[in-house]
């Protein structure tokens, strides 16, 4: 009698001790895939930028200086602090007005000549194309506390004499990736905004507004 009082209660006491840990691996389990699937990294960046524009036709709206002018003009960022992260993973948006571009490593570089490459690293993509990133000083694309990276501008315009009334007059930075077909502008004293999200998780990493002068 006793033994068969005995072994139900065991048996159901097993089940329970079985049911807990399982029920634990699957919140654990399911903890970390929302963890891994949510999380960007986590980050601080000093956002700068370079745009010496030069022009020696001010009447028209295109690029007209000489082939030795390389002003390394864009829009540089510094990891002041938080997470490291590969431009690998990042993609980058401007935006101004209804006019958006977005670079990341398939974002092709349509030309080096704006860029001074002894002062600054053009980043090819895995394939061996030149991308838009860019590294002041060298280095790599893992982005670790302390190292910046850029954004180069293709080429620069400065249109503010134009008596032309279908060119908008002003100073501006471009970008005409690669089989775009389109060219990207941003305009001097006026507000752009900048986004930047890492891929992995979709989410973005910092985002904030911008006024060249």
């Known amino acids: 009698m ?17 049911t ?12 970390s895939v929302v963890r891994d699937e949510t999380l960007a990294p986590q980050v601080t960046l000093a956002v700068s930028y370079t745009s010496s524009i030069t022009d020696e036709d001010k009447e028209n709206g ?20 938080g997470d490291s992260f590969s431009l690998r993973d990042i993609t980058i948006q401007l935006r101004q007005g209804e006019n958006v571009i977005n670079f990341d490593m398939n974002t092709y570089l349509n030309s080096s000549a704006a860029v001074d490459t002894e002062k600054v690293t053009i980043v090819e993509n895995p394939d061996g194309n030149d991308t ?3 590294l002041p000083g060298g280095g790599d694309e893992l982005i670790t506390v302390g ?6 501008a293709d080429d620069c315009y400065d249109s503010t004499m134009t008596t032309d009334a279908t060119i908008v007059k002003g100073r501006f930075l471009t970008w005409s990736p690669e089989d775009s077909g389109s060219t990207f502008r941003v305009q001097t004293d006026i507000p752009f905004k900048y986004t930047i999200t890492d891929q992995l998780s979709g989410k973005p990493m910092q985002s904030g507004t911008i006024i060249l002068r």
């Open 2 to 18: 006793k033994d068969n009082a005995v072994s139900p209660v065991i048996g159901v006491m097993l089940m329970l001790v079985v």
């Open 132 to 134: 838009y990133f860019g």
């Open 147 to 152: 190292d910046s990276f850029m954004i180069v």
């Open 62 to 81: 295109v690029p007209d200086h000489g082939a030795d002018f390389k002003p390394n003009n864009g829009i540089a960022f510094r990891l002041s602090g």
């Open 20 to 31: 807990i840990i399982i029920a634990a691996m699957v919140s654990a389990f399911s903890g």
